[in-house]
Structure formats: structure tokens, C-alpha cells
């Protein structure tokens, strides 16, 4: 079976408890999404969005933003911060006997 050009484009459905509806969206490709109460509904619905999208930005010669989905990630990210806030978290590092980057780590996996 041939994959269709929107199968390259990341697609979320999930439950908003402030909405008390599925929300679809498609990060990358456009912004806002689809809801509903049925979560497989929200899905077709939101792939059919994604066609249009997809079709309206060809017909009117926009570039598609590149794939959200299948990226490979390095594992590097460059981050600029205050010189006090790098100070702060270089202490704290060595406070916990621990790298910078192991500090970081740690901080982004307990907040996600």
C-alpha cells in the first residue's frame, strides 16, 4: 500500500479536560485542530484537514513544511540562558555530584 503525503505529518489526538473533547492537531503543518467526543471521529476528521491543508498549500504553490514525522533526533540541543541561571545550575550540579548536562536531564524528564 502506497503511503499518502500526509502520512508524513505528525497527527495528535488527546483528551482535554478543560475542553471536555478530543482534540486533533497537527504540529508543523498548521496551527489550531478538530474536536469532537469521539476520538476516531477527531481523527478522520483531523486527516481530512490535513488533505486540504496539504491540497490548498500545493494549488497555491506554498512550500510544505518538511516531514514531522520519521526525523531522527541527535540528542543535542543549543541552549542560550542567562549567565546567573548558568551559574545557579553549574552549582547545583555540583552539589548533586552531577554534570551540567545530567542536571538538565534530569529537571526536563521530572517536568514532561
Known sequence: MKNKYTDKY?????WSDEDNCYIGTSPGLFAGG?????E???????????????KT?????MTLPKSTI????????ALR?????HKTIFINAMQNGESV???I??????SI
Open 10 to 14: 505528525l497527527k495528535v489526538v488527546e
Open 34 to 38: 478538530v474536536h469532537g467526543k469521539n
Open 40 to 54: 476516531e471521529k477527531v481523527f478522520k476528521d483531523l486527516c481530512n484537514v490535513i488533505d486540504s491543508v496539504i
Open 57 to 61: 498549500m500545493r494549488e497555491t504553490g
Open 70 to 77: 520519521n526525523r531522527n533526533f541527535s540528542g543535542k540541543i
Open 81 to 85: 540562558i542567562p549567565p546567573d541561571l
Open 101 to 103: 548536562n545530567k542536571l
Open 105 to 110: 536531564q534530569h529537571k526536563l524528564e521530572a
